[in-house]
């Protein structure tokens, strides 16, 4: 059974930080996309920024590049959201999830498997 649970949420003001992990079992995750999105009430979900296990680059919205950074710790099968210079419009619900990519990393049909999410609220 594939299990994406993530933490890290919580409440902060603005111009400060949070780390949000997901860690992901249930099966091999080699070739897939790892993605983060963000949703709030009323509103589709929203792509944040997405990588593969196996290494390369990264893919960062718009609104969020240059402050947040993804990565994974392969041995711990974790991937991080690093959030820097958080915004009050950056809070949402963040969830991960994990994929193969069919219609490109911004897009949530992309990803098979998601988890619960993670309330992130900053304040002003």
């Known amino acids: 059974q594939v299990q994406l649970v993530e933490s890290g949420g919580g409440l902060v003001q603005a111009g400060g930080s949070l780390r949000l992990s997901c860690v992901a079992s249930?099966?091999?995750?080699?070739?897939?996309?790892m993605g983060w999105f963000r949703q709030v009430p009323g509103k589709e979900r929203e792509f944040v920024a997405a990588?593969?296990?196996?290494?390369?680059?990264?893919y960062y919205a718009n609104s969020v590049k240059g402050r947040f950074a993804a990565s994974t710790d392969n041995a711990k099968n974790t991937v991080y959201l690093q959030m820097n210079s958080l915004k009050p419009e950056d809070t949402a619900v963040y969830y991960c999830?994990?994929?193969?990519?069919?219609?490109?990393?911004?897009?949530?049909?992309?990803?098979?498997?998601w988890g619960q999410g993670t309330q992130v609220t900053v304040s002003s």
């Open positions: 249930g099966r091999t995750f080699g070739s897939y996309a």
């Open positions: 990588l593969y296990w196996s290494g390369g680059r990264s």
């Open positions: 999830a994990a994929g193969p990519n069919r219609y490109g990393v911004g897009s949530p049909n992309s990803y098979d498997y």
